[in-house]
């Protein structure tokens, strides 16, 4: 059971708690319990082991491939958290005996999870134990684990057995080689493996300190080296009364960190076990409070950047704002741009690690309009995935780059697997589609790049990496698109669009607008490029045939076909939609669990019906919403919703914005529930494979895009709250063109604040609007 | 608990009960309740998944090697006995409510493993629960399961999962590509997986049938295809108090299947997919009982064959030696020579399926000397080994056959890892040195193959097989032994003998007799076949060059150094052994473990002390019996018995039935108890990695070679029973030169009964004795 008010007034709107443990649960708090630092993920399996639990931990950008027929993915790390406790003879599991004043709780504020129990065993003896853990911000490499154990009913003799469990994988495919282990000083774990294909090594070095009471305490020290496994039993002699306190520290170094991309592989593990040494001996002599409170201080000084405030009657609100923007925090590497975003982040297995047009659409505009910086870094990586996207245009008879449907290592191309889940009629694994066929991905990273360039305004980005981009992708979508004599148009058949519930679509509304707009930014691109003077221009222009390419782009842009809105105002999401039968969603959409129609139909037949996954249509009135008349936007948002099973989680935040945009206040802030039900509600199941990172991204956009009004329309920053009846008001920061802007909604009236150091111009509530630097405007809301 | 009398009258001394359930010693049964007819082991994992599980499937000879780092190992197929149950939503499980009247029994007579209980749910709903299992005897390719579940309080809705589980792996190394899931008619499931390197394909069929009362049940079926895992989802509605049954039949087949021999790879899959789809149709067309019911009728002939019946005072006498029967006839195949016997049979992942000098030296007797068939299919392995003894021999700069040390599938030589546990000196792993030092392997197996002939007379084997092994073994020592020419002799400088707390020395006394056995072998293959004009001796002449071998062979016998007994009668085990330091050994032998010196002392250590492992010169004393004076055995078996741990397996047997021969019966009987207690008895952790089949051929050598007194001497069979006290009468039968005989022996007599058609000639109680067909000799005992 999950319970957002813990009762500690000062952590109101911090805490999220779990007040039982349910083995049938366990996925849900793993995921959404997740510890992180953009480096590596670790998620909350318990301790001790129970039967269920899934004990990763991931390293961001370590992919590795088992075997040809499967796809890259993130391979999971040993496991350092799992720690055994034997008291008395009796293993400690709150599968046996009693457990009371069971207390498990994730504190968003300093990134530390604990966990608080009163034990009593089969055989009756009663023990309070306490747990807590961090992965450290302020040193990426340290993770730190607390375990305290009060015996109450008389001596206690303590077994611990704890140390580095290499015997992990994914889901039964094993990503490592065995690797090296070693014991130094009978005190400090080391195991070294190395990826099987990718040759990735991941050094890992753990150590124990034990204190009785605040005293260090001496026990019998037994190493243990099994296959995979290297771990220390611990025997120690427990007074009543007096805590035994262990701590457990590691260090996570691999051969692919920033630190050592110069080195050969040899000479890049040897310096991964020499600096993971140096800092564990470093950790040693230091506790797990002074550790903490520097990651602390860290987590602090990110708050104080990120943080929304709101005062909503909606209970859970304010934390689960929180919660996103925690998510979105620990998922993204900040540092290394060969890092993207995984589609679970860095939570789970789901997905493999692979980053999605989820990254642009969903997650990029919160890093673009906060932190732009990590922003850059997650297009340079798309910048670094351009001959990957080449190649996958090659491979399939284009020009340019189209880009990977799933995009794992940088250089890896398109990683989407084959096959997926059973088809009911035939017994057979689905096919999955989308690494061929659901390609407005290009479009995607085209819409992300230049809506960084618009907030951050970063010429030399857009010099070194982004017109390059810009260009490739419009030379694709200008290959792409099918000359077809008898309508004399272009055309863009074959297709999945967003909503994957169809497939081998013919002219996709959404996929055919946004390659036109990925088009006009190529031109627009060649524009600028051929007014200047500079080294990018030049390299370009070499580069790419500019006359030609021009030509080739503006041909396809003026004949594409873009669908358009039908007598009721209706733009079909692909050809022939309206000719596709009606089918009663009721039951699928009140199933409770996503992708219940499967259980009816399959993919052929669900392919004959009206009925969407997600968002489709919808996504492209939002993204380009100046294309669209307010009456079209309406018209279409309520016949697609209808439709519509949001059997995604990337549907419902795209429903809220827009329908917060519509006017349709209450409609939008049911949807930010939804939202906030993908992981954080009281479905157990749906974060067993990972948190959610579009719907993370997609909670900021109903908050500051939804209810906070903020849009990037053309070069201009629009800011237009409309909050829902519930919220009282809401407070959060932006960064346009480079000057931090702290944005304060109120019933009646909305304040920016400019603490950058160059003035700023924005649309307020629909008036352009100077702010100086340290000034503050305001306009009255009706 | 394990409780050996289960109370049914008729079953006494055929059943093993497990009395409660507890987490800790899971390993325990899974190993010894293990099911399988040789063609694949299936471990005895409960049905509902706990912590500390091994699931284990191994089919006899699909090896794989992980990766260049690991050696070939047998690799753990997909489960098929995990079942869960949710029984109105609450998952069963032990480990949670109240368990009641639980009892697990295997039944040995008949292979069939049962557990019954009953059940209240957290919640208090109470359920009768039972479940049955087995590995059919009669048709090797299927397994069966049942679940029984009764509600006791109200109707309930029973949720199963149930299918094939590939997510498992070997310790964290998986074997298999995950391979193709397919699901037909909505019941059969279907998983090929293929290995990783050695491309093995298993191809698993898994359907359930149910029933309400006696009447065909329907529910709702829902198929589940996720990663590596293909399984049913079945949903039904019980009524209170009528049983609800399960049924769960599995066919598997593999592509090494001696049956697809001759095959192309996709051919053999494909062949191995459409029998294992007719089989488990077939299958579904009958049901458990009547499945079950040929097994059993497959057992009961085994059991006719191989019984050892004994009356003893001691309680679980009779119990121990049928489970080492029944252990020593599920771990062999007996059609299929490509295949070995792992130290472990197939109950688990210990010593990686490889065979070792266990087999010769342990349980080949018990073949030898009661299914010569599969004896020759043993020793026939090793010839199909004979490549990779070769390549061995000749990567260590020697001629002719040096065995491995661990052998696995024919062809891949030598497969022992390179290093084990922790030092605790140094921290790192310590070097695994028997692959390239226990050389003894090779005499043992011209050894056991020897003793197969002299017991069985199969000229054929030897024309086609044997005499080949005895030259390529001959010639290994001839050009192993190393000439000395400060003593003027040959020496074997170097090894590890049978004792593995000693290494590098030189002049094991075991390995130089046995080699010295090893040479007059082939000096005497080579008389044989110089006065033998057959295509065999023709062939072999072609194939040595006799004069030279002989020469060699000839030169080495006789200037072998053999190290004699000291002015004490003590033989030296090796040089120096007498300037070895002395070490108190009561907390070693006294520690209820194995190893436990490795706690205190690394191996350079041990290697100064009087300590040993296991019996080492007391083997060469069994073995060789006719090579030393009663008094030097009685000497010397004394002398290393107090400084050995006996933390091998192989030990106490040896022990035993070298005690029987000194007349130490109660020494004897004590040394039986202990081989008993290796899987048997009360220390629950013995067998976690699986059963010790060295153990299970020990008990069969306790009765027969030490109390019944069975030798082969020279050409002869000698029996000279002497029973223990506790014992009153023992009986066993024995094939001796492909005559059945059964043997009786009470404290009075001994009778031998022959069942064959020709008359044979035995030393019965050192009399010299002619048994006619169908007739009975006896001789009174004194």
Known sequence: MLQYHVGQREKENWLIAETDFDIRHQGKCEAIFCLGNGYLGQRAALEEKYVGQTRDMLINGTFNRFDEQEVTELPNAADVTNLELILDG??????????????????LQTGELTRSLLWTSPSGKRYRLAFSRFVSLSCRHLLAQQVQVTPLDGPCRLQMDSGIDGQVTNCGSQHFHEGSKRVFDNTILRMTQQTTQSRVS?????????????????????????????????????????????????????????EYMDLAEQDAIAQAEADGLALIKKALCTDYDTL?????????????????????????????????????????????????????????????????????????????????????KLMEYRYLGLDGARRKAAENGFLGAMYPWEAAWIDDGETTPLLGAADIVTGKPIPILTGLLEQHITADVAFGLWQ??????????????????????????????????????????????????????????YTNYMAAHNLRLA???????????????????????????????????????????????????????????????????????????????????????????????????????????????????????????HDSSLSKSTHCVLAADLGEDETAYRFFEGCGNVDFGPNMGTSDAGIH??????????????????????????????????????????????QPLTVSVNDQSLQVQNQGGQAVSLLLNGVRTEIQPGAEASCTLS
Chains 1, 2 share one sequence.
């Open 90 to 107: 009796e293993r400690f599991s709150m599968d046996s005996g009693v457990t009371e004043n069971y207390l498990r709780v994730m504190d």
């Open 202 to 258: 991941v050094c890992l070095h753990t150590a124990h300190r034990f204190f009785l009471g605040d005293t260090p305490a001496t026990g019998k020290m037994l190493p243990v080296i099994d296959r995979r496994l290297l771990s220390m039993r611990a025997t120690f002699d427990l007074s009543p009364h007096i805590p035994f306190r262990i701590e457990k520290l590691t260090t996570v170094f691999t051969g692919r960190d920033q």
């Open 292 to 376: 903490f409170s520097e990651s602390r201080k860290a987590w602090a000084a990110l708050w104080e950047q990120t943080d929304i405030t709101v005062a909503s009657e909606g209970a859970e609100d304010q934390l689960l704002l929180r919660f996103a923007l925690y998510h979105l925090n620990i998922m993204a590497s900040k540092t290394d741009s060969r890092m993207g975003i995984g589609a679970k982040g860095l939570s789970g297995e789901g997905y493999k690690g692979h980053s999605f047009w989820d990254t642009e659409i969903f997650t990029l505009p919160y890093f673009t309009l906060t932190q732009p910086d990590t922003a850059r």
């Open 452 to 509: 960084y360039y618009t907030v951050t305004g970063d010429q030399d980005f857009m010099n070194r990496y982004g017109w390059e981009i810009l260009l490739e992708t419009g030379l694709f979508w200008a290959s792409r698109a099918e000359w077809q004599e008898a309508s004399g148009r272009y055309e863009i058949r074959d297709v999945i669009g967003p909503d994957e519930y169809k497939d081998h679509v013919n002219n996709n509304a």
């Open 523 to 645: 031109l627009h691109a060649m524009d600028i490029l051929d007014a200047e003077e500079s080294a990018a221009a030049s390299r370009l222009k070499t580069q790419f045939h500019f006359a030609e390419l021009r030509e080739k782009c503006q041909a396809v842009l003026d004949r594409l076909y873009l669908p358009q809105p039908d007598e009721n105002g209706i733009i079909p999401q692909f050809d022939g939609y309206f000719q596709l039968k009606h089918l009663d969603l009721t039951p699928y959409r009140n199933a409770g669990s996503v992708g219940s129609i499967y259980q009816d139909y399959n993919q052929d037949q669900i392919c004959t019906f009206q009925v969407h996954k997600q968002a489709d249509t919808v996504v492209l009135l939002l993204l380009l919403d100046d294309l669209f008349p307010a009456d079209i936007r309406k018209k279409n948002y309520y016949f697609y919703e209808a439709r519509t099973l």
């Open 693 to 738: 990172t579009a719907s993370m991204g997609g909670i900021w956009q109903c908050a500051v895009y939804g209810f906070g009004g903020v849009r990037v329309i053309g070069e201009d920053l629009q800011i237009r709250p409309r909050l829902p009846k519930a919220w009282h008001s809401l407070r959060f920061r932006l960064v346009w063109r480079g």
